[in-house]
């Protein structure tokens, strides 16, 4: 984050983790293919591979979602991070950023054996849903946007995965649940 400067490019960041991943971890290898995204393409899932390249310019005021991971003794790891280029967060910046970081320690503070990942997801995308209601971003009744899951406009991607000797391991779905899609994102 501390290297980042506008007129960069997202795969010189890439560059960073790497050396650092080496240097450092003893990491040889990625765990996966390294997403280095910066302004519109950080709204693209799993931006990065072949067809693009981590190949745009950094400019003064993006965003920067970096989601990479390295590899250690066959074990994978996939860490994500999101900082505004230029160091400064706008206030749009900020409140997306706020919103995500409430959801983030409330699932922290509410972790603890016996709990089920499912219910942590909910958690996170109800506490996003409440921050960006409280920035008047949406409107409505919160448990109406649970029920129809209007959350997962916001998280696509779900609260996370399991994690070992691969990158998306096995569990941490619902068991007997079955979640439905909001209208409009039905096939």
Known sequence: MRQAKPGMKEYQLESIFLHHSYRYGACRHCSYTCICATGENSSILHYGHTAAPNDRTLNDGDMAL???????????SDITCSYPINGKFNSNQATV????????????????????????????????????????????????MMTRRLGAVFMPHGLGHLLGIDTHDPGGYPEVEIWILPMFMQV
């Open 66 to 76: 970096m989601d990479m991971g390295a590899e250690y003794n066959f074990y994978g």
């Open 97 to 144: 950023y706020n919103a995500v970081l409430k959801a983030h320690n409330a699932v922290i503070s509410h972790m603890q054996p016996g709990v089920k990942w499912v219910d942590m997801h909910k958690l996170a995308e109800q506490t996003i849903l409440e921050s960006l209601k409280n920035e008047k971003i949406i409107h409505g009744d919160i448990a109406d």
